[in-house]
């Protein structure tokens, strides 16, 4: 997957969140996207998705929680 795809699946995961998830939806991100994410930029993919640059380090928690859990969804 691109840096770009990345971006825009993070963009689309975090504006299309439900109410009150989409910190939770940036965790996500990080797990489910892991592997893809360590070949790139985290502060690129989040600049290209329009996120806030704080929102990295959330990213980063998803990404170290991947080890540990597997998604459902």
Do not use: Q
């Not at 691109?2 to 504006?15: C, G, H």
């Not at 959330?58 to 459902?72: F, H, T």
Request: net charge neutral; proline share 3%; aromatic share 10%.
């Amino acid at each position: 997957m691109t840096e770009k795809e990345l971006s825009e699946k993070l963009a689309d995961m975090y504006f299309n969140a439900m109410k009150g998830e989409a910190v939770s939806m940036i965790h996500l991100f990080g797990i489910k996207y892991a592997e893809e994410i360590r070949n790139y930029s985290i502060k690129e993919i989040i600049e290209m998705s329009g996120l806030n640059p704080s929102y990295g380090t959330e990213v980063s928690k998803g990404m170290k929680l991947a080890k540990y859990v597997k998604p459902l969804i």
